[in-house]
């Protein structure tokens, strides 16, 4: 089984900056895709950033120069530095994970993705 715990969130003024942080644990053989997501209240759950297993990134347009993706495929961790915080990054943040769990997986170099259960990232005056 694949495990992630996120942490970093909490409570952030207008033009602050907080970091998160996603360990993965379990049975990993190879990492590829991860990224972050997000889902405020009322509304569908929607892509913040990704990173590709060879550095790609994409970033959803409103982050785009604010926030910045990255990952230590040793320690099986991804960060989402977010700055200049804005109301409207109110949300519940959640990291994905794409990870091979043995090798028939690894060997197509496709795995299943898997999710943490979020942490709260709160941005008011």
């Known amino acids: 089984q694949v495990q992630l715990v996120e942490s970093g969130g909490g409570l952030s003024q207008p033009g602050g900056s907080l970091r998160l942080s996603c360990v993965a644990s379990?049975?990993?053989?190879?990492?590829?895709?991860m990224g972050w997501y997000r889902q405020a209240p009322g509304k569908e759950r929607d892509m913040v950033a990704t990173l590709t297993h060879d550095g790609a990134t994409n970033y959803t347009h409103s982050v785009k120069g604010r926030f910045t993706i990255s990952r230590d495929n040793a320690k099986k961790e991804i960060y989402l530095q977010m700055n200049d915080l804005e109301p409207e990054d109110t949300a519940v943040y959640y990291c994905?994970?794409?990870?091979?769990?043995?090798?028939?997986?690894?060997?197509?170099?496709?795995?299943?993705?898997?999710w943490g259960k979020g942490t709260l990232v709160t941005v008011s005056a």
């Open positions: 379990g049975s990993i053989v190879s990492l590829y895709a």
């Open positions: 994905k994970i794409n990870a091979a769990t043995d090798l028939l997986q690894r060997l197509r170099g496709v795995g299943l993705d898997y």
